[in-house]
């Protein structure tokens, strides 16, 4: 594993975070990666949000980071695409299909229990291949929306929540998951 990706909506709040925590637990961990982040409709060079900086600074990280907007050449240079929810997964499996062995959720890719990861984890790779057959114009069977209809409403939450314009403290708790789960990540990689 050489790079890891991060994507979110604007790359202002949660893929930054995301971002700088992995960068600074990695470095305490001692594990050698390299990590960025982008945004499924960021526009490139803007200032993550304050909220965000802030947490990054009490956490040690000086960094200055800036929003950068997905592209081919990130898309091709990560080994690891890790998104902050299912629509950004979707977003970016529609735009760049060839992704799709190394896209997840950031809880999809660190889920320890199988209740986390059984039925949920099959909802999400049901919805994105169909979203591919969609995209590639081949027909979806009905079996495939029988098994869709099913898997509706179960399993766990796979998204992080956005803090988009919240408090500092809805930031901090958004920091909070994001950080349960980069623990869980660094562990297994």
């Known amino acids: 594993m050489n790079h890891v990706l991060f994507v979110c909506t604007g790359n202002t709040c949660r893929s930054p975070l995301a971002e700088g925590i992995f960068r600074l637990l990695a470095e305490r961990k001692g594990i050698r990666v390299t990590v960025s982040s982008a945004g499924v409709s960021a526009?490139?060079?803007?200032?993550?949000?304050?909220?965000?900086?802030?947490?990054?600074?009490?956490?040690?990280?000086?960094?200055?980071?800036?929003?950068?907007?997905?592209?081919?050449?990130?898309?091709?240079?990560?080994?690891?695409?890790?998104?902050?929810?299912?629509?950004?997964?979707?977003?970016?499996?529609?735009?760049?299909?060839?992704?799709?062995?190394?896209?997840?959720?950031?809880?999809?890719?660190?889920?320890?229990?199988?209740?986390d990861s059984g039925e949920a984890g099959e909802k999400e790779r049901l919805i994105v291949d169909l979203q591919i057959k969609q995209a590639l114009g081949q027909p979806i069977t009905a079996e495939d929306r029988r098994r869709l209809a099913e898997l509706e409403g179960t399993g766990a939450d796979l998204d992080i929540r956005d803090p988009f314009g919240g408090s500092l403290e809805e930031y901090q708790a958004c920091a909070l998951e994001i950080e349960e789960s980069v623990e869980k990540l660094l562990d297994k990689l």
């Open 43 to 115: 526009v490139d060079g803007c200032s993550i949000s304050g909220h965000s900086r802030r947490i990054l600074q009490d956490k040690g990280l000086n960094e200055a980071l800036s929003s950068k907007s997905l592209s081919p050449e990130l898309i091709r240079r990560a080994d690891l695409i890790l998104t902050m929810t299912v629509s950004h997964k979707r977003l970016l499996l529609q735009r760049f299909p060839e992704a799709v062995d190394k896209t997840y959720t950031l809880k999809e890719y660190t889920a320890h229990a199988a209740a």
